[in-house]
């Protein structure tokens, strides 16, 4: 069964790289007048604005439940991801795409384009220990998971979310850099339009990946697939339990609310029995399973 990531750790490596990457890229734009630049340096502030919302929202989501939010606040990581995924979109992929196509309509020629190149292996660089630090948490996360399948079934908005960025902001660098040697090489600014606009593209289809996953969270999903069978499983093979008709689970942030409804193995017992038999059941299930928060069980019958 697949692993949690330290997705805290993972934003603070992104944060870091971004904003280091934000100042040169913003000092090369100015100097060199890419577009391409520029859009690649809104692009990384606009990642540090979103890595500050991420850990606002993980701060927030670990408030202790209250009597309007009974089952915590856990989901609340899961609406400050989609917002970060409509940053990505609108603030990164459409101003790259308008700051493209204004590029497309000028001939103004670059200035200093070796000062552009060299920030831009600097970014492509510092981007690469990010992405990293950031797979070194998804492959203890996923498991034996490929790394597509992880990404549609995982439940951590945050790291979703991170890994797009860091995917979205490496490509993005690479985009820049072959505008910009293309540029120097034919002197033709349209590469770095064009670039600009190959930028606005990926970032634009990567937000829209990352927000179809997080809504889906949003809304309400249950356990990753392989995590739901293993409780599954586990409660099937309990002595308490001889059927098992209903499980229903449910992803609150961190933490995990079950829903049994099974029948019991000996019905003959008496209430206060039945229900100590209920209690053993639900304590062995969350110490098999420690993000289980919350366990509803209903004995029922076949009947």
């Avoid at 997705?7 to 790289?17: C, D, N, P």
């Avoid at 949003?218 to 586990?234: C, D, H, K």
């Avoid at 059941?281 to 919350?294: G, H, I, Y």
Wanted: hydrophobic letters at 50%.
């Amino acid at each position: 069964m697949a692993g949690k990531g330290d997705s805290v750790k993972t934003i603070f490596y992104a944060l870091g790289a971004n904003f280091a990457i934000f100042v040169a890229k913003a000092v090369a734009a100015w100097i060199t007048g890419s577009s391409a630049m520029l859009a690649e340096a809104v692009h990384s502030l606009a990642d540090c604005g979103n890595q500050g919302l991420l850990l606002l929202g993980i701060k927030r989501a670990k408030r202790p439940p209250s009597p309007d939010y009974p089952l915590g606040y856990g989901k609340e990581i899961y609406f400050w991801s989609f917002l970060v995924a409509l940053m990505l979109f609108s603030v990164g992929g459409v101003f790259s795409l308008y700051e493209g196509w204004h590029k497309l309509h000028s001939s103004e020629p670059l200035s200093y384009p070796w000062i552009a190149v060299g920030v831009l292996t600097f970014g492509i660089i510092a981007e690469a220990v990010s992405m990293r630090a950031c797979l070194v948490e998804v492959n203890k996360a996923r498991g034996t998971q490929s790394l597509w399948r992880w990404f549609r079934e995982s439940r951590q908005a945050e790291l979703v979310v991170i890994f797009g960025e860091d995917l979205a902001a490496l490509f993005g660098l690479v985009f820049a850099l072959a505008a910009v040697v293309l540029t120097m090489i034919t002197g033709n600014p349209v590469f770095d339009a064009i670039g600009t606009l190959g930028i606005g593209i990926l970032l634009v289809v990567v937000a829209v990946f990352v927000a179809v996953e997080v809504k889906a969270m949003l809304i309400g999903q249950s356990v990753e697939p392989v995590t739901r069978e293993a409780i599954r499983a586990f409660l099937q093979q309990r002595p308490e339990v001889k059927s098992l008709f209903s499980l229903i689970t449910l992803q609150m942030g961190n933490d995990i609310m079950v829903a049994v409804q099974a029948e019991m193995a000996n019905p003959d017992l008496s209430t206060a029995e039945t229900i100590a038999l209920m209690n053993a059941t639900e304590a062995a299930l969350k110490a098999q399973f420690p993000d289980v928060k919350w366990c509803f069980f209903e004995p029922d019958d076949s009947d």
